[in-house]
C-alpha cells in the first residue's frame, strides 16, 4: 500500500495542471477537480496512514525514491519521499483539512470570477506543503518551503485588483523570503559538513560528529530556525501574518493557521538532533516562543477587526508550539500543532462565513446578536473558541495546552519563568477568544444579514468542530486515563520528553491553568458584557489607551521596520535609480565633448586669426630660437 | 560531421531574403546541434578528452593561422542554447519588424552565426574574428531597429564592447608573440597556446587584457552602464540575443580562454572576481527595483544575475562551474522570456513605463502566468532552472570564500523584492488603463511555451545538461586544481556513515 | 657701378617690405588688399634672395627670384580667381564675413 507514497503529492499536482491549463471549464469541473484531487490524496493518506501504524515498517520509516535531481560532483540531491510518524501527522492534517477547507471553499467562492485561478493555487498550494513534510532531502524541501511561500503570496494577493492586497502578499513573501535565505546559507554550511542533504543521513552525522554545545551545530541550528520563524511568523520576523489576511478566508484558514505557517515547527521537529546539539539554541526557541506567544496576545485583545484577531491567535499559538519544542516537548508540539490546526481552521471557516453573510464587514464592533441568526455557525464557532480558550476537560485544546504547560514547567529544559509566561498567555488566550464571541454573537444585531450558508459550508464547519472537541481524547494526560496514542505514534521519530527530577503532581498545575482560563473568560465577560461602558472608560485614560495602541499596532513592529529598512531601501535605489556609475561614464563624455568644443572654438572660420596665429608662432620660435 | 560545420556557417549567411528562411535555415541547423546533442548524449563524455567534433583547414599558414573549429560539451551546450534562443527570437520578430526585413534578418543571423562561431572556436584569431562578426550587425540591429534612444545605445554598446574586445586583440598577439619567441613556433591555435610557458607578469597582464573584455561582455560591475540602454532601445530580438547569447560569450570566454590559459594569474586575482561578481549581484538587484522602465528592470537583473556567474566561475571549484554553466543556460531562457514578455507587452500598450500598466492580469491572464513564472524563476524559486544554478554557485562559493557566499545569498532576498515589484505593477494591482489588451497569440504562445517547458526541466532534471558539460568542467578542474595546489583549505574528511542509497542513484 | 649699397641694407628694405606685407595681410580686411600684402611679402623675400646672391656671386639667388616670380603669378591667378568667387557669393570682399569654415 505504501508505494501508492507519491500519489499523496501528486494528486494536487494534477488538479493544478489541469486547472491552470485548462480552459473555460465550467464552475462544477473546477470544483470537482479542485476538491476531488485533495480530498483522494486525503482518502490515501488515511488508507496508508492505517498500514503505517497496523503494521509499521521496521526502520521507524518508509521512503520512496523517485529520481535523482540531478548529481553534481557529489552533490546528488534525490526527488524522494520520506514518511515517518512526524510526516504523517503533518500530511494528515494537511490533506484532511485540505479537503474540508476545498470543500468549503467550493461554496463560498462561487460568485468569484477566478474560480479556477483560486483553486489552481490551492491545489498547488497542498503541493507544496505535502513536498515539504515528505521531502527526504532539504534540498527537496527548500522547494516545497519556497512553493508555500509562492502560494501565499498568491492567494494573499489573490484579489489583486486592491492595492494593499498586493502589498500585503509581498510583505508575506519577502520576509518569509528573509528567514528563508538563512536557511539555504544554513544548508550549505551542513552540505560541507556531511556532503549531502538527505534529511537522516544529516541527523544520523549530526548525533555521530558534533558535540553538545558545539559552534557550529549551534551556527546550523541558528539558521535553521531563521527559516523556521520567518516562515511560522515568529518573533521578529511575525509582522506579515496580521497583513496577510487580505486574501480570502479559507485562504487564511489553511494556509495562516494550520498549515503552512506551522512549516517552521515542523522544520525543527525534523531536525531535532541538531536542535538538541544545541542548547543555547534550543533554549532561545523557547523563549522566542514564550514572548511571542505573549505579545500576540496582547495585540489580539486590541484588534477590532475578527481575521486580524485570529491572525495574532495564530501567532501566539505557534509561539506555544515553539515554547514546546524549545523545552523539548516534541510530542507536545505536534499534538498542539494538530489540535491547533482543527479549531483555528474551523475559527477562521466560521470566521469567513460570518463576515460573508455579513456583507464583508470585519469589524467586530459592527457585528453583534448572531447567536440566534446563525446558531450553526455560533455553536461551531463556540466549540472552536473553547479549544482555543483551552476549556477545562471538554475541549481537545485543554489537553494539548495543558501539556505545554505541564511540560514549560517540568520538562529538563523548561523553568519556572516560562510555564508563567505561558500561563498568562492561557489568561490573555481566554480573554480575547471571550471578548471575540461576545461582540461576534451576542448583544445586538448592528448590520443586517446577507444570505446564510449552504451545506458545503456547514459540513466541514461541523467536521472540524467535533474534532476541536474530541480530538484531545487521543491524549489524556496520566492522572486522566493516560491515552498515549499520539505520543507513542510521534515518538517512534522524536524522542520522549526528559523530566526534570522530583516536580509535583501534575494536578496541581492542571487546576491553576484551568482556573486561569476560567478566569480570563470570566473577566472577559464581565467586562464586556455587563458593564460595557468600562472600556471606553479605561481608554480615555492615558496608560491604557497608550497600551492599546501599542497593542493595536502589533507593538510598533511595522513602523520601527518601516523607518529601519524600507524606508532606507526606497530611499537609496530612488537615489540611485541612474547608477552613479553610469554618471562617472556619462562624465567621460561630457569632457570629451567639452574639449572639443573648446577646441573647435579655435577654428573661427576668420582668416586674420589663423595669421596672427601664424605670425605669433613664428616670433615665439624665432624668439626661442636666438634666446636658447 | 565536418561537411555539418560547414553547412552549419554558410546555410546562416542567407542574406537579403525574408523571415522565412531565415526561420528555416536556423531550424535546420538548431534540428542539426540537437542531432549532434542526441547521438553523443549516449556517448560517454568522460573517456578521451571531451572533443567531439575537430574541423581544421588552413587559412592563412605564415602567421600560424587555421580556421579550427571544436567543440566538447561545453560549446556544444552552448550552441544549442544559441539555436534555440535564435528560434525564438526570429519567431518573436515575426511582425514586430516591418521596415527593411531583410537586413534585419541578415544582420540577425549574423549575429548568430558570430556566436556559433565564438563558441566552437578553437584558434584565437579566429575566435577574435568571429567575436567581431557578431558586434557589428548587433551594432547595426540596435541602430536601425531600436527605439527613440537608439543611436546613443548602440553608440555606448559599440564603443564598449569594441574597446574592450581591442583589448583583448592586444592580448591575443601579446600571447602568440610570446608563444612563438619561446617555442619557435608562431601559431594562434588554442591547443598550440593551451602549453605555452609564460613569465607570471606577463601572464598577469595578458590575463587582464582577456579578462577586462569578457567581464565588460558579461557585464561585471562597473563595466555594466552600455547593458541597460543596450536592452532598453533595441529590438525585442536584439534583447533576447543580448541577454541571452552575446553575455555568454563573455562567460564562456572566461571558462575557455581566461581560466585554462592562465590558470596561475587567474587564481591570483580570484577574491577580487569575486567581490566584483558580488557586488554586482547586490548592485544590479537594488537599481533594478528602482527601475520603471520594463526592459531597463530585466536589464539590471540581468547584471545582478551575471554577478552569480563571475562568482562561480572564479570559486574554483566544480560544483561552482556546473552552476555557472546552468546559469548561463537558464538564465538565457529566463531573461529572454522577459523580454519578449516585455517586447509583447510593449506591442500591446506602446509603452515600457511599468508605472503605466497594471492589472494586466485581468485582460491578459496568459500573458500573467509566463510574467509570473519566469519572474519566479529570476528570483530563484525552487523547481524552475535557475535555483538549482544559483544554488550550486552559492554552495561552490560557500566553499571558496564564505563571507563573500554569504553577502551573495542576501542577493536572494533582494532578488524576490525586485521581481514581486515587477508583477505587482505590471500584471496586479488596480488597472489604471480603460483599454483592454488581447492576450498571446498562438505564435507567442508556442514561444512562451516552449520557453516555460524549458526553464521547468532544468529545474527539475538538469542531469543530461550536467552530464554533458561534465567532461569539460573536470578538464577545467584540473586547471585550477594545478593552480591552487597551494592551498585547499576546506578540510575533507572521510564519511562513513553516507547512506548506500547515495551511490547507486541513476546517471 | 656703385658698389656703396650693403648687403645690410638691402636686408632691412627687405625685412622692412616683408613687415609691411605680414602687417598687412593680418590687418587688413579686403581681401584684395590682403592678396597684394603677401605679394610685397613674397617681392621681399625675392629681394632677400637676390642680394644674398650677389653677395657670394652665385646665380642660386636670381634663379631663386625667378621660381618666386612664376610661383607668384600662379598663385595671384588663383588668389584673384578666389577673389571672384568669393565676391560673387558674398558680395563683399570683407574676409571676417567669410568664416563659413567656423567648426
Known sequence: MQHLLWLIPTLPLAGFLILALGRYLSRTTVALVGVGSVSLSALITIIIGVNFISNPPPSGAYSQFLWTWFNASGFAPKISLYLDSLSLVFVFVITFVSALIHLYSSEFMIEDKSYARFFAYMNLFVFSMLILVLAEDLLLMYLGWEGVGLCSFLLIGFWYEKQENGLAAQKAFIITRIGDTAMAIGLFILFYQFQTLHIPALLQGASNKWQIGAPIACTVALLLLAGGIGKSAQLPLQTWLPDAMAGPSPVSALIHAATMVTAGVYLIARMHVIFERSPFTQHLVAVIGAVTLLLAGCSALAQFDIKRVLAYSTISQIGYMFLALGVGAWSAAIFHFMIHAFFKALLFLAAGAVIETQHHEHNMFKMGGLKDKMPLIFWTFLAGAMSLAALPLVSAGFYSKDQILWYAWSAEKGTAWLWLAALIGALITAAYTTRMIILTFFGESKTPLGHLPGMRITIPLVILAVLSITAGFIELPHNFGQVTIFSDLVQKTLPETR????????????????????????????????????????????LPSTLHRLWFSGWFFDTIYNALFVKPFKTITSINKNDFIDQIYTALVQFTNTLNRILSLSQSGSLRWYIMGIIMGSIIILTLNILL | MAGGLLAWLSGKWEPYLPRTIALISILIVFGLGLTIWISHASL???????????????????????????????????????????????????????????FYYFNLLWILAGIVGVFLATDLFLFYFFWEVMLIPMYLLIGIWGSENRIYASYKFFIFTQASGLLMLLAILGLYFINGRNTGHYSFDYFDLLNAEIAPTDAKWLMLGFLIAFVVKLPV??????????????????????????????????????????????????????????IGIIYGAVLAFAQ???????????????????????????????????????????????????????????????????????????????????????????????????????????????????????????????????????????????????????????????????????????????????????????????????????????????????????? | MNTDISISQVLILAAILFSLGLIGVAIRRNVLFMLISVEIMLNAAGLAFIAAGAKWNQPDGQIMFLFILTMAAAEVSIGLALIMQIYHQHQSLDIDKVNEMKG
Open chain 1, 499 to 542: 523530566m526534570q527530577a522530583g516536580v509535583e503532581s501534575e494536578f496541581a498545575f492542571q487546576l491553576i491553568a484551568a482556573i486561569i482560563g476560567l478566569s480570563g473568560i470570566y473577566l472577559t465577560w464581565w467586562t464586556y458584557a455587563k458593564n460595557p461602558g468600562i472600556i471606553d472608560k479605561l481608554k480615555s485614560q492615558a
Open chain 2, 44 to 102: 560517454s563524455f568522460y573517456d578521451n578528452d571531451g572533443w567531439i567534433i575537430d574541423f581544421k583547414r588552413i587559412w592563412i599558414p605564415d602567421f600560424g593561422i587555421s580556421f579550427h573549429l571544436a567543440m566538447d560539451g561545453l560549446s556544444l551546450i552552448m550552441v544549442i542554447l544559441t539555436l534555440f534562443l535564435g528560434v525564438l527570437s526570429i519567431l518573436c520578430s515575426w511582425d514586430e519588424i516591418q521596415e527593411r526585413q531583410g
Open chain 2, 221 to 278: 560591475f562597473p563595466f555594466h552602464t552600455w547593458l541597460p540602454d543596450a536592452h532598453s532601445e533595441a529590438p525585442t530580438a536584439g534583447s533576447v540575443v543580448l541577454a541571452g547569447l552575446m553575455l555568454k560569450t563573455g562567460a564562456y570566454g572566461i571558462l575557455r580562454f581566461v581560466i585554462p590559459l592562465f590558470p596561475q594569474a587567474t587564481a591570483e586575482i580570484a577574491w577580487l572576481a569575486m567581490l566584483i561578481g558580488v
Open chain 2, 292 to 507: 520603471t522602465d520594463l526592459k531597463r528592470l530585466v536589464a539590471y537583473t540581468s547584471v545582478s544575475h551575471m554577478g552569480f556567474i563571475m562568482l562561480g566561475a572564479f570559486s574554483f571549484n566544480e560544483l561552482a562551474l556546473q552552476g555557472v554553466l546552468l546559469q548561463i543556460i537558464t538564465h538565457g531562457l529566463s531573461t529572454g522570456a522577459l523580454f519578449i514578455l516585455a517586447g509583447s507587452l510593449k506591442e500591446r500598450l506602446h509603452t515600457r513605463d511599468i508605472n503605466k500598466m497594471g492589472g494586466l492580469w485581468a485582460d491578459a491572464p496568459g500573458i500573467g502566468t509566463t510574467g509570473l513564472i519566469f519572474a519566479m524563476a529570476s528570483c530563484g524559486l525552487p523547481g524552475l532552472g535557475n535555483f538549482i544554478a544559483e544554488f550550486m554557485i552559492l554552495m561552490g562559493a560557500f566553499k571558496a570564500n564564505i563571507p563573500l557566499a554569504v553577502i551573495a545569498t542576501i542577493g536572494l532576498v533582494l532578488s524576490a523584492i525586485y521581481s514581486l515589484r515587477l508583477m505587482q505593477k505590471v500584471f496586479l494591482g488596480p488597472k489604471t488603463d480603460e483599454h483592454s489588451i488581447k492576450d498571446f497569440s498562438l505564435r507567442e504562445i508556442i514561444i512562451m511555451a516552449s520557453l516555460t517547458i524549458a526553464i521547468i526541466w532544468t529545474g527539475v532534471y538538469p542531469q543530461p545538461i550536467i552530464n554533458t558539460v561534465n567532461s569539460s568542467i573536470s578538464k577545467l578542474k584540473e586547471y585550477y586544481s594545478s593552480a591552487v595546489m597551494i592551498e585547499e583549505p576546506i578540510v575533507k574528511k572521510e564519511i562513513k556513515y553516507l547512506p548506500k542509497s547515495i551511490d547507486n542513484d541513476g546517471k
